[in-house]
């Protein structure tokens, strides 16, 4: 196992060919899937794309959640379109199985992802968009310093729905001023 970073919680590690029946079937997870913005059905040959996908770090970076403890996997999260010219890229992070959100692994992973990202791959810019209807989420983000910068307006459809597609990020400055913040405390 090539595990990339351990936190208390959560263990990121890269993701292996025999993780992707797991993640199939997490993906499949109904109300996950609709505040990510998910809409078609996670196929095999979709998900060894997927996988292939992860394989080339050129302008991604992948990696599976996974509990510590029980060494469960859990969700996914990393940088896709990374253009180091300009230092950034946007973030993803979905806890596909839902037992374990609000208990502290997303904020955990996020913590290990941006210092990764701010501080190794030297980004200066994080990305992130996020389905409105997803308030939870919306606010989580906005928890970790991340801000508005605009809105995809009825951006996203869901459930015979438009809603607002919520563009938000987060730069170095203010990562480093929050980061002290958490260790000067």
Known sequence: MSVFFEGK???LRSIKKEDLPRLQNLMG?????????????VTEGGMEKFYQDCQETKDRIWMVIEDRETQRLVGETGFLRIFYPWRTADFSLILWDRRYQGQGYGRETAHLMLEYGFNTLNLHRVAIGVPAINKRGVAFWKSLGFREEGRQIEGFFSDGVFSDFVMMFLLEGDYRGRSGERQGS
């Open 29 to 41: 997870e109904p109300e996950t899937r609709r505040l990510v913005g998910e809409v078609f059905p």
């Open 9 to 11: 919680k959560v263990r």
